[in-house]
């Protein structure tokens, strides 16, 4: 069993990195990331909310490997400091089951599952980050300048990640729901998160 303070520890580093690499001031479809992150993925926020965010988070760790993840509830955390924030950390005694029940505590009124707000998750490793905005179903992965993206595409797979960018106006695949964004909020996106072909 490892110690607490152990465990304490790498949940404070887990903390620090899931906002880290995020502007807190901004959002989607503005660069929301600092520029030591890049290789963007987006996907369906509602995956973060579902008991299988468990298994997507363990592979993740796996890769880096890494021992805990924090999911940090941006609007209910002023001041972001670890001793106030509103989080959830995944790690070795996180099972889906359990994960799913803290998200439901606390009711509709309450409860994560039911709040449409922004949310970052990272490591303590901090290899890579996600960032999401519930009321606009996006969420972005994003991976530190460096790290080799390609170690994650069979995570990145099971969520149905896409790049935005391609040739032309295939910005999206035909079909994904992200093809039904405003044309607006798509060049927003394409100009801050284009990834090279």
Same mark, same amino acid.
């Given at each position: 069993?490892?110690?607490?303070?152990?465990?304490?520890?790498?949940?404070?580093?887990?903390?620090?990195?899931?906002?880290?690499?995020?502007?807190?001031?901004?959002?989607?479809?503005?660069?929301?990331?600092?520029? %030591?992150?890049?290789?963007?993925? !987006?996907?369906? /926020? #509602?995956?973060?909310?579902?008991?299988? *965010?468990?298994? +997507?988070?363990? $592979?993740?760790?796996?890769?880096?490997?890494?021992?805990?993840?924090?999911?940090?509830?941006?609007?209910?955390?002023?001041?972001?400091?670890? %001793?106030?924030?509103?989080?959830? !950390?995944?790690? /070795? #005694?996180?099972?889906?089951?359990?994960? *799913?029940?803290? +998200?439901?505590? $606390?009711?509709?009124?309450?409860?994560?599952?039911?709040?449409?707000?922004?949310?970052?998750?990272?490591?303590?490793?901090?290899?890579?980050?996600?960032?999401?905005?519930?009321?606009?179903?996006?969420?972005?992965?994003?991976?530190?300048?460096?790290?080799?993206?390609?170690?994650? $595409?069979?995570?990145?797979?099971?969520?149905?990640?896409?790049?935005?960018?391609?040739?032309?106006?295939?910005?999206?695949?035909?079909?994904?729901?992200?093809?039904?964004?405003?044309?607006?909020?798509?060049?927003?996106?394409?100009?801050?998160?284009?990834?090279?072909?």
């Amino acid at each position: 069993m490892e110690k607490a303070s152990s465990i304490e520890s790498v949940r404070r580093k887990a903390f620090a990195h899931s906002f880290a690499y995020v502007d807190l001031d901004r959002a989607l479809p503005e660069r929301v990331f600092s520029s %030591e992150v890049s290789n963007f993925s !987006f996907f369906e /926020s #509602d995956f973060i909310f579902a008991p299988d *965010f468990v298994e +997507l988070v363990s $592979g993740l760790l796996r890769i880096e490997g890494a021992r805990s993840c924090c999911l940090l509830n941006v609007a209910r955390s002023k001041p972001i400091d670890y %001793e106030h924030a509103e989080m959830i !950390f995944i790690d /070795s #005694d996180m099972d889906a089951n359990r994960f *799913f029940e803290r +998200l439901k505590e $606390g009711g509709a009124s309450n409860g994560w599952l039911y709040d449409i707000g922004r949310y970052c998750c990272s490591s303590d490793v901090g290899e890579w980050a996600i960032y999401c905005e519930r009321a606009e179903d996006l969420a972005v992965f994003a991976v530190r300048d460096g790290v080799e993206s390609a170690a994650y $595409g069979s995570i990145l797979e099971k969520v149905h990640a896409q790049k935005v960018g391609g040739t032309g106006d295939a910005r999206w695949r035909v079909g994904h729901p992200f093809s039904r964004i405003l044309p607006e909020w798509q060049d927003k996106l394409l100009e801050n998160y284009g990834n090279p072909s």
